[in-house]
């Protein structure tokens, strides 16, 4: 097995438990959350109760498409809870995977080998890649388990596109940390920028939709890019190839700092 092997299954195995816990407690939830359904969709009334909640509220959580399986799951789970449940895993993740290992000295020790820096960024990039999609695996299977034992009735391609949205968010904003960590040497840092960018960007969309002035800014978001039109059965929308394209461009861009600086002594 090469060292550069050794890098990246070393990484992903440094994941395994953060995601048996992360993935244990997605399935909990999205199993308590398909479990009100049934309730839901049995309630007299819900069109007119729906119809009593402010108009933002109606807006933001396309609270007019509760009365369907797919809207309830969008607005309890796809809309928001869940995109930041990734963000959050994604970018704790990326701030440790380089940044972490310098602050605690484990990182210089891989550098003095034949790796080079470049190499070594782009399998910390790699598996953390890999995590977010395995978490994404196990959304994908539980919400369709869920959806067959609570008749929810969502089918697999529409609950692989709500699945797609979350987890290319959780990997831009991963990325982002994994990039500033790999740039700076900080882990504070790469948590700061990358939370406080995935908090402006969810504000943007969510003000966008109320407020006529940010509506044209809004599509730059990575959550209306990700999250606009669905995320539950939305397809495909060519959206999604802006956050694979941000993805790239922040990784890309840390590459020559991070070559640059000297932590072979970290």
């Given at each position: 097995?090469?060292?550069?092997?050794?890098?990246?299954?070393?990484?992903?195995?440094d994941?395994?438990?953060?995601?048996l816990?992360w993935?244990?407690?997605?399935?909990l939830?999205?199993?308590?959350?398909?479990s009100?359904?049934?309730?839901?969709?049995?309630?007299?009334?819900l069109?007119?109760?729906?119809?009593?909640?402010p108009?933002?509220?109606?807006?933001?959580?396309?609270?007019?498409?509760?009365?369907?399986?797919?809207?309830?799951?969008?607005?309890?789970?796809?809309?928001?809870?869940?995109?930041?449940?990734?963000?959050?895993?994604?970018?704790?993740?990326?701030?440790?995977?380089?940044?972490?290992?310098?602050?605690?000295?484990?990182?210089?020790?891989?550098l003095?080998?034949?790796?080079?820096p470049?190499?070594?960024?782009?399998?910390?990039a790699?598996?953390l890649?890999?995590?977010?999609?395995a978490?994404?695996?196990?959304?994908?299977?539980?919400?369709?388990?869920?959806?067959?034992?609570?008749?929810?009735?969502?089918?697999?391609?529409?609950?692989?596109?709500?699945?797609?949205?979350?987890?290319?968010l959780?990997?831009?904003?991963g990325?982002?940390?994994?990039?500033?960590?790999?740039a700076?040497?900080r882990?504070?840092?790469?948590?700061?920028?990358?939370?406080s960018?995935?908090?402006?960007?969810y504000l943007?969309?969510?003000?966008?939709?109320?407020?006529?002035?940010?509506?044209?800014?809004r599509?730059?978001s990575?959550?209306?890019?990700?999250?606009?039109?669905?995320p539950?059965?939305?397809?495909?929308?060519?959206?999604?190839?802006?956050l694979?394209?941000?993805?790239?461009?922040?990784?890309?861009?840390?590459?020559?700092?991070?070559?640059?600086r000297?932590?072979?002594?970290?």
């Amino acid at each position: 097995m090469t060292v550069l092997r050794n890098v990246f299954t070393k990484a992903l195995r440094d994941q395994r438990w953060a995601l048996l816990g992360w993935g244990t407690g997605l399935v909990l939830l999205v199993l308590a959350e398909s479990s009100v359904w049934p309730t839901i969709r049995d309630m007299p009334d819900l069109d007119r109760l729906l119809e009593g909640y402010p108009r933002a509220l109606e807006e933001l959580f396309d609270l007019s498409a509760m009365t369907t399986a797919t809207g309830f799951m969008n607005a309890e789970l796809f809309t928001l809870v869940l995109p930041m449940l990734f963000i959050i895993f994604g970018v704790t993740r990326g701030a440790r995977m380089v940044a972490g290992e310098e602050e605690a000295g484990t990182l210089g020790p891989l550098l003095v080998t034949r790796l080079s820096p470049r190499s070594l960024l782009l399998q910390k990039a790699a598996a953390l890649v890999v995590a977010v999609v395995a978490l994404g695996l196990v959304l994908l299977s539980s919400t369709w388990a869920s959806s067959t034992f609570f008749d929810l009735g969502l089918s697999v391609p529409d609950i692989a596109s709500g699945t797609l949205a979350v987890v290319l968010l959780g990997t831009e904003f991963g990325l982002l940390a994994l990039a500033v960590g790999a740039a700076s040497g900080r882990r504070a840092l790469a948590l700061g920028v990358a939370g406080s960018l995935a908090l402006a960007s969810y504000l943007l969309y969510a003000l966008g939709l109320l407020v006529d002035a940010l509506e044209p800014w809004r599509m730059i978001s990575p959550f209306a890019q990700a999250l606009s039109q669905g995320p539950l059965g939305a397809g495909v929308p060519p959206s999604f190839a802006w956050l694979l394209l941000g993805a790239a461009v922040v990784v890309a861009a840390s590459l020559p700092v991070f070559t640059r600086r000297d932590v072979r002594g970290a």
